[in-house]
């Protein structure tokens, strides 16, 4: 075992950039969670991004247009979901769950073609003086740009949450429908757009994986992110900046396993690989106790006629 | 102007009638997506619905439908008593994994010894597996209050590493010449869920997946625990009222469905599996959430369910050797059902009227 071979700045890079898929996809679902929708259909919506974005940056050679098709792909699969639950008016766990299965098979069926392939590179921020910084440099100024899209799109998500009208009216749809409509606010039209939006962080997030993570396709390969953005929400008790602060925590865990697996720690690569997991369920617990921040109506059904 | 109106009860007739057109529209939209992929769609169909039941080779396929069905089922019913209640079980998939293993490995310790308590052994240990995953979220919802969802599905993670530690290294073929995965529990006759009945495909897990049909049946319409599994799904506040108990409500649902689920995986390894490998699990625990919605809860439904979904894993199977056909439409196509499946089911609670536009 040799942990001197793991160096703390590469690894704090590292750990951005695992945390990213996990934090687009978080923000998305804070968004659609504080307009009192649970979309359970995450994992499938960032695998289905994940093969529209690399599909799509492989066959134009452009990642720009992969993360944009990735987003619209993602959105796309969302209105599947939308019509179930706001129109259908389908129960919102089962439909997420149906989402996130239909979007695993979906994306395996058009991802036939691409396995085995290399995207195009997307590129990385070089700013002359401050990419060449020692410290601060590989930490700070030379990431892909998506990365800072991420943080931008938290920063965005938080001061449209508490600052604005739009913020207001997403947040009384969440928090009681009923008074919401008899406000006079489309409560449909607003988690609706609430979804999508949500569908489209989560196609990024899933782009994020395969375009410049991995960047490769496989089968399955967002490996449960999807779930663990999920419960990203919950641990940052719906507010922004608290998920970007759980991101990096598990984007960290993610990183260290894999440079302890690669240092060669005694302890068995199955045993590490699932660290993210387990602290995940271990980090539920400790928070769960609190729900009061919960939105009053998440996850109920809107009916105008009740 | 389209209206949707709220039912005082739900409907008797679309309640029963949803799956059969939820179905249909399968069909019909696996039938566009074939055809855009370039296959013929009523062939397709016809392959997958048709050809394992009446075709040319029925005679192999049929042993195969209870063979596939019966883990189905076995997961379904457990799943479908939470899933009643508003307790949302979807680490199935986990519990079978680690029911399996608790199983296989029993199993395997006692190797080469052969007596007649070794299976019935294998069998509580398979069981007892699946209830201890399924008690981990259980736990926790009582205890702190934590999502159920969230840790069961975590759990499956977990579980599949874990397999694949099993499968490498403790439980490893020490014959195998170094290939992964575990001695073929098939040749070891104390450990083997062999056929019943040679050729009918029927082995001990289909017995299971009966008896477990009607255990559920029984325990839904005949007994005080079911009512209240029922009353708390379909009126939570009068449930309160009445003084059910919901953390026992919780704890017993997911240790069930846990349990039934770690026996179907069990059944599988020591039976058409035969050996613990890294991916001897197929998604069975994913796919049994499908056949309980399909089933509508109701344990007669899951059992017509299962084996309609079994009988697309076979079919796809078909399709995929005669006509190219990808395994990943397969599941984009259970994916479908339990799509029109919800979006039908607005019919049994709802009234669609059409109406003029008016002021309100």
Known sequence: MDLSSINPVLLVASLMVAATPILLAAIGELVVEKAGVLNLGVEGMMITGAICGFALAVETGSPLVGFVSAAIGGALLSLLFVILTQYALANQVASGLAL????????????????????????????????????????????????YLGIALTAAVWAVLKFTRVGLVLRAVGENHDAAHALGYKVVRIRVLAIMFGGACAGLGGAYISLIRVPQWTEGMTAGVGWIALALVVFASWKPWRALLGAYLFGGVTVMQLNLQAAGVAIPVEYLAMSPYLITIVVLVILSADKSSAPASLGRIFHASN | MIRVEKRPQPSQFWSAATPVVAVLATMVAGGLLFAVLGKDPLLAIKTIFWDPL???????????LLIKGAPLILIAIGLSLGFRAGIWNIGAEGQYIIGALVGAGIGLAFYPLEAWYIFPLMVLGGAFGGWAWGMIPAVLKVRFGTNEILVSLMLVYVAEQFLASMALGLMRNPDGMGFPGSRNLQQYGSAYNAELIAGSGMHWGVLSAFLAVIFAYILLNRHMLGYHIRLTGEAPRAARFAGVNPARLILFCLGTSGALAGLAGLFEVAGPAGQVTIDFNVGYGFTAIIVAFLGRLHPIGILLAGFLMALTYIGGEIAQSQLGLPAAAIQVFQGMLLFFLLAFDLLTNFRIRLARGEVA
């Open chain 1, 100 to 147: 996130t299965l239909f979007g695993l098979g979906f994306s395996a069926l058009l991802g036939q073609d691409y396995v085995g392939l290399k995207p195009p590179a997307t590129p990385r921020l070089d700013i002359p003086v401050l990419s060449d910084l020692p410290v601060v440099g590989p930490i700070l100024f030379s990431h892909d740009p998506v990365l």
């Open chain 2, 54 to 64: 009446f075709g040319e080779f029925s005679f192999y396929y049929r042993p195969q």
